[in-house]
């Protein structure tokens, strides 16, 4: 166990929004998950009993019928929000104090860094480029997010759940935030921060970052593989180009299939299914399964060192 | 869901004043540190300046009383006194007529104020109505200008009216015109300007007596005055707390270094030592660490005249230091020791890194004696044998620069040519008359420009032949080991010169026991197998003392240990007895320029006798033989080795020979027989190796001359990124600090160019720890040990760390290349210096010690038999005559077993064979050395008369200087005890105005020396003879030492003869010292 390699890294000013992130982002998921919990049940029971439901306006639990349904902002709420400004700029200052911009030597063309990382809030994209060629995970990709992002409200059916946590209320949509931002997102910022090492090799934390480290890996395209390379004409542009299409179209195809699975799986799912029009359908599915997608080739690559599933001579996937 | 629900709201009735309170308490902390930290956190500078001002007011304090006490003291001597009292008087006697001056220049003063405002009003009016005017003239308008001058006349009528004070004290009031205003006004001026000037006048006396008190207490005092120290404390007194810095707008360059450094540039000079004094009150109080760190940092620059080259102005600091110039805010940082500065301060050790940066180019530097060592050591250890470095070991490189321009002269040659023959054609064909002239002009034209083609060609084949004779070699010219080594000691050798020979220049590669094998095998099976000549036994106890004093030791050494004396450019003799053949000695000594086979570049390989027979030839090679009888090239017919010739007599190298050969620890015949030497078999792996570990860098071998260089290009090796420096498995190690020996490194992290260097010359293999065993034998790390002591390492390291891509970190326009003139001459001379151990007889720089001084044969009245001192030597020779001495110093090509000049010393000026080249520089050098204009055009003395000539014959003859006493004159007898050249040299070799000077004052120009001082003094603006005058002097006006000096000029043999004919040299006095003293008694 290399203690100083795993202080080095850790303690770099550059990982410190990271480190906090280990924590904090653990913290308020069980934090926002309690509470959502919580309320689960506030509406369980509230779904039992009509006269409560009625009073009940404020979401918390547990209740008084004696207090006030609601309460004014000036003071409740901004004195609790004065308190936490008060704490942020006690943070802000303590560390912009002890931590110095961490600037590096000058840019020099004929020698970069190793490893070169993106500043840490762009290390996900970065980590993404290790599975798709620059173009999908580089322009593609990031767009993809940001109209996926962009889309949700005008494809969300479910209206419940507003103003107040719930899990119940919204499985799918609240399942499906935690797999893409902490799974993909998240995950893939710790891994290119805390993993990734000189060469863009992969250490475990602990493992000593050696630049004249040497591993072995040879990764290849899916149809140069044992279980397609047989088959004739594969090798050729047109069978390359067909084979891959045939692939990726056949993902996803079943993809969707497991999604629509995953929409009609219980009373509650297919009531909001049922208030999506087609398009909104179909967009959620599009996105849902590309989502998907990263991972199943993470693992492709990392388990089983397929390069790419989809070579053409514009773009590989 | 056992929770009891509070009775009352908890959003309501909950109260947030404590979490408040603490929140606002530790935000209003946050802000006081906040605070703290940028003005003092942030500000190291500021504790800094507030130490200095209390404590170098207490240093400055203390100085004042010093220097106080030392003015007193002068203001109470005779001399002193004597002038304030003249002062006293004089000032009385100026006086009156200062305080008439005074007071009239009071009043004009006066008049002034009031006039000069009363005519710039008048003038301004009517320079305004002028100008009006000239522009009407200007556009024509007639009428306007007639009205506008009409103003102006009208303007100038106008009359001021002036209150003037007078002498009296009373007032006058003028009434003035505007011309008599303006005359007014001028002859005030006037007068005032009279005024000032006889003011001036008046005080001459005083002003003059005033300088000499003062220049009476500055000759008579240390350092700054009284005065002047008081005014620095006033200054440090009331220094304001701020960042001081230095901005080099040229360059746009800021060091702040000077905000902590603040004694740095003082003009008194500030010691640790008297600082810590001062901060402690003379040691009565403790200092805590931070104070001690600071009072660290306050003394003065330790080189204040290289400061003086160097205006921190003009360069900044961290050009030379490296370290982060800007950075204020951390020691840390500013010294750059920020892993990310690419640019730290160079260690302490290492600081003459900061020369090489820009002096890359000087052999040799002041004030750099660590760098200076590094250059030497890299050179002569035979670095150059393996690794590129620009202006090192070039002649190879431009000998083949040169005949690749001599390529293409030809093929432009020839294609003029063929215009030639084209043109001519043209025009014979053409149809017009002037097309025909034309082609024919064209054709002319090209003829000339061919010629001019010839010129250049003719010149670079010359340049061409000095290279090939320049390009030496480290090591010994390995083709001839049949004829000079006994086969059994080569393996022992290989296997580890060190143990053999410690302070031997080869170094220490990485052999087993077979490579030791096939290597010894090779290299014996690929030598030439030519015999020398036997040669009978000689004198060995007169060999020794031949070798001891001819000059041997300048750069060999004898003796091991404790007992080593000598040079050490050059091999330790001691143990050459139990490797060497007596016969190549021999022949080695009498001549080592002297091969045993003549070497072909052009066919690539040593000719045979056959080659000349073939041709009709007699095997003959030298430098008036040079050329190759099969193909006509230019041959190599010299060893490669920077060993000069002593042109001694065989017999005399028959001595030498004999006994060296008594040198030995053990019996040559008490070596293990190496019998494999003569198997072919190993023949060919020996030759992989050799190319392998790139012997052919230091050594000729047959086969393998025209070898590459294996080891890596260093001339930037400072200023490669650390990433591409190989630290391989100790990288994780350097940057913890941990040495390969496992211990930790006493200044931590060692991962930086100055780690890596350091650990590579003490061990070359280090980086491949680890890997011993699986890397295969050819990738392995080749370079050998090299046997360096830790300040030799640091020496080395020193030159590489400053040896930096131009404009790494300094701008470019900082590098010392000057492109000719007398700087380049220095420069290119301090190289061939260097190369042939010039300094290891002569003193070339002042301070400088040759190998020969300290040695005990040359103390005392050995002193006399050293070689001369160099410095100045430009000055004194004449440069013709030098480039004769130079090529030939025994100035004759029959009578070659002795020296040139100074017949009388038993060491020997060798001759080096320069090449045409290296003697044009070498010349160049010392006359630029000296600040000598050239080329040099020899006075024309003013001929002697008879009556100059009868006294100068007289001064030559004086008792009190009998200049034939000591200085050679032809006779073998006398010159065998003679000290001094012969003076019928003088007219040839030497310069007039410097034998002026030195027969004045020798031992201004060289301490020490024989020659006595004070044979002339000082009489008015001439110099007389110090010992009473020759008849003949007292009616001649003329400065005698000028005149003895155009007499040694017009000196004959026969004259020199005559004088000693009448006796003259038999002077009483037995011998210069004698001389002196009767010189002095006068």
Known sequence: ?317 | MAEPVPHHDPITSRSMSGPLLVASILLLLSLVWALYDEFYGLRPWKGYQEYFTEVYSKFLEKAIAEQTAREEQVTQSAAYQELAKQLEAARAAAAPREKEIQDELGIIERRLTVLTDLFATARGRVSALMYEAEKASFTGDARAKERLLKAVEEAKKEVSVANLPTADGKMETLRLDYDSLESEYNNLKERKAELLTELVRVRETVNELNARMQEYMENNTLGLSAAQLKGLLNKVRHMPVEIKQIHVLRTDQVDRCESCHLGTREPVEITLAALRDAATDGGKRKLSATQEKYLRAFVSHPERDLLRIHDPERFGCSTCHGGNGRAASSEYKGHGRHKYWLWPLYYRENFEAGCQQCHARDMVLDYSTTLNRGKELFRQRGCIGCHRYEGFDDERERLQATQLGLRQINLQRAQWEREIQQSIQKGDTAQTNEEAQRYYARAEQLRLRISGLDAQSEQLRRDARSLLREDKKVGPNLKEIRAKIRPDWIPVWLENPHAWRPTTKMPRFRLDAHDVQVISAFLWQNALKAEVPKQPLGNAARGKQLFETRGCLACHSIGEGENEIGGNFAANLSRVGEKNNYDYLVRWIHNPRERLRPYCPLEKRDLTPEDYAKKGLPFVFDLEHPTCPNDGSELQVQNATPMPILRLTIEDARDIATYLMTQKKQEPSSYAKADYLNDPKLFEEGKAKVKFYGCAGCHEISGLEEEQRIGTELTAEGSKPIERLDFALLTEDAKRGILPDGTPSPRGKWYDHKGFFEQKLADPAIYDKGKEDTKPEAERLRMPKPNLTPEEITALTTFLLGSVDPGYGFPTSYLYRPTGGPQKDIQEGWWIVSKYNCMGCHVMRIGQRSALMDMPQYQGEGKEQLPPVLIGAGARLNPDWMTKFLENPALSKTDTNRNGVRSYLQVRMPTFNFSEQEIQTLVRFFQALSAQEQPYLPPKLAPLTEQERTLARQLFTHPAAPCLKCHAYGDPTHDRTATAPNFVLARERLKPAWTERWVVDPAKMIPGTSMPSGLFRREGNRWVFSAPHPPAARSYTGDHAELLVRYIFELTAEEQRRLIGRGVARAPSSSAQQAVNLVKSH
Not at chain 1, 306 to 312: A, D, L, R
């Open chain 1, 1 to 317: 166990m290399d203690w100083h390699q795993l202080w080095e890294i850790t303690s770099t000013p550059d990982n410190i929004p990271i480190v906090g992130l280990l924590l904090l982002v653990p913290f308020y998921t069980w934090y926002a998950f309690r509470q959502a919990l919580e309320n689960d049940r506030l509406i369980t029971q509230l779904e039992k009993d009509p006269a409560m439901a009625k009073s009940h306006h404020r979401k918390t639990f547990p209740y008084r019928p004696e207090w006030p349904r609601e309460v004014h902002t000036w003071p409740y709420l901004m004195r609790i929000e004065f308190l936490a400004a008060i704490i942020v700029t006690f943070i802000l200052m303590v560390w912009s104090i002890t931590l110095n911009a961490p600037l590096e030597e000058p840019a020099n063309p004929n020698l970069t860094m190793n490893p070169a990382k993106a500043p840490w809030y762009f290390l996900g994209l970065q980590e993404m480029l290790v599975y798709f060629d620059p173009w999908i995970a580089g322009v593609l990709m990031p767009t993809l997010i940001i109209v996926g992002l962009m889309v949700i409200p005008y494809v969300d059916a479910n209206p419940l759940g507003n103003g107040y946590y719930t899990f119940k209320q919204r499985r799918i949509a609240i399942l499906s935030f935690c797999f893409g931002f902490l799974g993909l997102w998240v995950l893939m910022i710790v891994i290119g921060t805390f993993i990734r090492g000189p060469g863009w090799m992969w250490f475990w934390p602990g493992q000593t970052w050696d630049h004249n480290k040497l591993v072995f890996e040879v990764n290849r395209d899916l149809h140069e593989t044992i279980l397609f390379s047989w088959i004739p004409g594969i090798h050729t542009w047109p069978g390359k180009i067909i084979f891959g299409g045939l692939v990726v179209g056949a993902y996803y195809v079943l993809a969707a299939l497991a999604v629509h699975k995953l929409m009609t799986i219980n009373d509650h799912t297919r009531k909001i299914l049922n208030r999506m029009g087609l398009v909104q359908y179909l967009t959620i599915q599009f996105f849902a399964v590309t989502m998907l997608g990263l991972p199943v080739k993470m693992l492709a690559r990392l388990l089983f060192r397929i390069k790419y599933v989809w070579v053409t001579p514009w773009f590989n996937i």
